[in-house]
């Protein structure tokens, strides 16, 4: 198994790909929009430059799925894992498509009684199947007025932000990125702390997954963020429901603490009197 690092931007380099693939590469796995800090892959270019070299191309949509336009065959993509309750569906399913033609193989990872044409055996979950459906064909349906909506709400919020504090870094490229996922660094702020401070607001200092471990993210420590930047980010997540009034009222909180907590950082009072913080060597005792 090869890994490929990721950009500055967190987008991977098309050229690294490339270089990486031969003649044993059978598959290539990629995220569609990061889960993190909400950067959109290139898939339409990974999926034609494995086709052009024979080679099956998947791809974790998860957060695309329902969020940004997604054509299995514009985009060249033999298997997609998607969620259903990162589409408003229920927690606990699921689906991975297999494309038909070229015909893609998978071995079952666990045997029974052959549902699912053998792929995964055990009783389908009709409840959980149907409410996945329906919010797939809701989310279709609202595909083009959701992204507008979110994108609006997620300018609103960066930029009441932005306009009030200062040293704040936006991770991951904005340009290529889906608005609903917002992660900004606060610097000489600790994220848990300004979590703390902000209860009353469903927010995260990384990804749900790993929301046991106190070590910094490491998708941030991947696009080569510091590590106290890394350890000062919040992810912000903008949905269907969200509101005006939703994006002020945390716009305002996170100003207000983030004012809050830097005023008692002595780093914050150092870098206010214009001291390079970075050049200081520390001693330990």
């Known amino acids: ?39 959109k892959q290139p898939i339409k270019e990974i999926g034609e430059l494995c086709r052009s070299k024979g080679v099956f191309f998947h791809t974790d949509a998860a957060q695309a799925v329902g969020k940004i336009p997604i054509n299995v065959n514009d985009l060249n993509i033999d298997l997609m894992s998607i969620s259903g309750h ?5 927690k606990g399913v699921g689906a991975l498509y297999v494309r038909r033609r070229p015909r893609v193989r998978v071995e079952a990872l666990q045997s029974g009684g052959g549902q699912e044409r053998g792929i995964r055996s055990g009783t389908v979950p009709t409840p ?38 200062t040293k704040v870094i936006r991770n991951g490229d904005p340009d290529h990125s889906y608005p609903g996922c917002v992660n900004l660094s606060f610097a000489y702020v600790e994220g848990e702390s300004l979590l703390m401070a902000l209860k009353d607001v469903a927010l995260s200092s990384g990804s749900a997954c790993t929301s046991a471990s ?20 919040i992810r912000f997540g903008i949905g269907r429901f969200s509101t005006e009034e939703e994006m002020d009222y945390t716009a305002e909180k996170c100003i207000h603490h983030v004012k809050r907590l830097r005023a008692m950082s002595p780093l914050w009072e150092m870098v206010e009197e214009g001291i390079d913080i970075k050049t200081i060597k520390w001693s330990q005792h």
């Not at 919010?135 to 959701?146: G, K, R």
């Not at 070590?215 to 350890?231: K, M, N």
């Open 128 to 165: 959980l199947t149907v409410g996945f459906g329906t919010a797939c064909a809701i989310a279709q349906q609202e595909l083009e007025y959701d992204h507008k909506w979110v994108e609006y709400l997620s300018k609103r919020l960066v930029d009441k932000i932005s306009a009030e504090l």
């Open 214 to 233: 106190l070590e910094p993210s490491y998708v941030l420590r991947a696009i080569g963020s510091d590590e106290d930047l890394a350890h000062s980010s």
């Open 1 to 39: 198994v090869t890994y490929l690092p990721v950009q500055s931007s967190g987008v991977i380099d098309m050229n690294v790909l490339r270089d990486a693939m031969n003649e044993r590469t059978s598959l290539v796995s990629i995220m569609a929009v990061n889960n993190e800090i909400g950067v």
């Open 86 to 90: 990162k589409i408003y569906g229920p």
